[in-house]
Structures are given as C-alpha cells and as structure tokens.
C-alpha cells in the first residue's frame, strides 16, 4: 500500500503565493515521477507540473515561471510552490507518484485563490 497526503492547501488573494506539499508512505522502493495535477469545478483533471527522481521537471505552459516543483528523494516528498496566484488557479490540487509503472493519488487539497 502507498498512501499520499498532501497539505498548504489554502485560501489565498490575488498575487499572493503557497507552497503544497506531498508525502508518500508504505511500501515504497522507488519513486520514479512525483507531480501535480489540479482540477477546478466542471473541468477535467490537467497537469501542473512533473519531477523524475533525476530532477528533470515538465511543466504545463500555463504555470511556467510561476510554479517550481521540487523533491526531497530522502523523505518521498514532493512540493509545489506556487507564486503570483491568479483567480483561475483555484482548484483542487492532488499529487501523484508512478511507482514501478504505477500511478497513485493522493485525496487532494484545495486551493482557492479570492479577494
């Protein structure tokens, strides 16, 4: 069992900024990729940003230059930090791990970003 929770969800305005974070549990070798997706009411699930245990990341055009993921390969643990916020980013936030070509979720947190 891998079990992944995430946290720094939040309420936020406007150009203000918060860091997520994800850690996996259990049974655990190797995490190949860590990312995050993000999914706002009556849209699909869309990618926010990817890590490979090697530290090459992929982002999605929309979140370039304002989001940095990073990881801590020691502690299974992945973060998000996310900058200059905008409306459109609020959605709720959910972290991914493939673990020997297996993809798990975590429950998610919500981000909402409001004046």
């Known amino acids: 069992q891998v079990q992944l929770v995430e946290s720094g969800g939040g309420l936020v305005q406007p150009g203000g900024s918060l860091r997520l974070s994800c850690v996996a549990s259990?049974?655990?070798?190797?995490?190949?990729?860590m990312g995050w997706y993000r999914q706002a009411p009556g849209k699909e699930r869309e990618l926010v940003a990817t890590i490979a245990r090697t530290g090459i990341t992929n982002y999605a055009d929309s979140m370039k230059g304002r989001f940095t993921i990073s990881r801590d390969n020691a502690k299974n643990t992945v973060f998000l930090q996310m900058n200059n916020l905008k409306p459109e980013d609020t959605a709720a936030y959910y972290c991914?791990?493939?673990?020997?070509?297996?993809?798990?979720w975590g429950q998610g947190t919500q981000v909402t970003v409001s004046s």
């Open positions: 259990g049974s655990i070798f190797s995490i190949n990729v």
């Open positions: 991914n791990a493939v673990i020997v070509g297996v993809g798990y």
